[in-house]
């Protein structure tokens, strides 16, 4: 069972990692789905990189907690239920409901209203044509907190990295 200590430990730790890839890592912008929407008529003037925080909706969701009832104890980790699109993206096909998408080009492109609605509609369109790139941002998060727990602060802890990870993983929810 883990103390206290360890517990604010390890989970600012998660909770760190999941946050700084989102933020630190930048992601080309609209690539489609099989990075293939340029290729396939896409313009070219779009082309860029960003972070995945525009609202900081996701961002701000993860948080990370401890279950003292579930067995030795689990670490849960919460986050905004489309985190699963952002981590595994989105195959072409489905258009996507406006009111994100206004929401989205209203706080990252800085638009007014009416702009926003339109570049909505935009946005939605290409979705649907080329699909969302995904960033698999959750296995770089675990990766680099398994680095993290092989060193240093693991040894401090005392613990495993089956004993912090393996329930988290299984544990990984929408709120």
Avoid: C, H
């Amino acid at each position: 069972m883990f103390n206290d200590y360890q517990i604010k430990v390890i989970s600012k730790l998660i909770e760190d990692e999941f946050k700084k890839a989102l933020l630190l890592k930048t992601y080309p912008f609209a690539p489609g789905f099989n990075n293939d929407a340029y290729g396939k008529g896409r313009d070219k003037k779009y082309r860029g990189t960003g972070d995945k925080k525009a609202s900081g909706g996701l961002f701000n969701s993860i948080k990370v907690d401890f279950d003292k009832n579930e067995g030795d104890g689990s670490f849960i980790l919460y986050m905004n239920d489309y985190w699963t699109t952002v981590d595994e993206g989105r195959k072409p096909g489905k258009y996507v409901p406006i009111s994100p998408l206004k929401k989205w080009a209203s706080l990252r492109l800085g638009l007014s209203d009416k702009e926003a609605t339109g570049a909505a509609f935009g946005i939605s369109k290409n979705i649907y044509k080329f699909g969302i790139a995904p960033t698999y941002f959750y296995e770089e998060a675990v990766t680099q907190t398994e680095k993290i727990l092989e060193g240093p602060i693991g040894d401090m802890l005392g613990k495993t990295i089956e004993d912090i990870l393996d329930n988290l993983l299984e544990k990984t929810i929408g709120k």
